[in-house]
T-cell receptor
């Protein structure tokens, strides 16, 4: 059973069309939830770290929120340069780490 | 401030050979962790080193090994390469022990693309 599930797997958006990506997790003892952006052929670029339910963080057009069992990455008025795969990861329990498979986002001009 | 540097960026090896990949962490970061990324399995944790000691290990066979030097630079080695080892190998660094598993933000390098033929 996957411990971290990201949905939708793929998303096509028109430029300016806001949307949300979901990362749900079944682990217990959350140590931290991380969001990264990955462009093709490159390493993941750090976006946010969230630690407790109710926490929110923002950066430009991105906003990450956290509840007890899931996190959302909201993309407001996306631009073509926001096209990327967004990865979610959770550190939990006794130094365990699990990654989601990613949300592939394409923003069409 | 320079980011995480990985070398080489691309390499092709033959089945049965071994390979060594290198990682230089962000200056001041003492934790280095390694990951394998494939289209089928996604990102998977290999191991984490801090102060030259392996602190955490993922579920990979013993053919995958690593080490860390006193200057925090790290290497990983894969012996007896198999076709399934073809992947993007990523290194990440963090100031604190435990890396992401302990809730610390980690910063990735650009990765080393390994193709096994």
């Amino acid at each position: 059973e996957d411990q971290v599930t990201q949905s939708p797997e793929a998303l096509r958006l028109q430029e300016g069309e806001s949307s949300s990506l979901n990362c749900s997790y079944t682990v217990s003892g959350l140590r931290g939830l991380f969001w990264y952006r990955q462009d093709p052929g490159k390493g993941p670029e750090f976006l946010f770290t969230l630690y407790s339910a109710g926490e929110e963080k923002e950066k430009e057009r991105l906003k990450a929120t956290l509840t007890k069992k899931e996190s959302f990455l909201h993309i407001t008025a996306p631009k073509p340069e926001d096209s990327a795969t967004y990865l979610c990861a959770v550190g939990y329990g006794n130094n365990r780490l699990a990654f989601g498979k990613g949300n592939q986002v394409v923003v069409i001009p | 401030k320079a980011g995480v540097t990985q070398t080489p960026r691309y390499l092709i090896k033959t089945r049965g050979q071994q390979v060594t990949l290198s990682c230089s962490p962000i200056s001041g970061h003492r934790s280095v962790s390694w990951y394998q990324q494939t289209p089928g399995q996604g990102l998977q944790f290999l191991f984490e080193y801090f102060s030259e000691t392996q602190r955490n290990k993922g579920n990979f066979p013993g053919r995958f090994s690593g080490r860390q030097f006193s200057n925090s630079r790290s290497e990983m080695n894969v012996s007896t390469l198999e076709l399934g080892d073809s992947a993007l190998y990523l290194c990440a660094s963090s100031p604190e022990v435990g890396g992401a598993a302990a809730g610390n933000t980690i910063y990735f390098g650009e990765g080393s693309w390994l193709t096994v033929v």
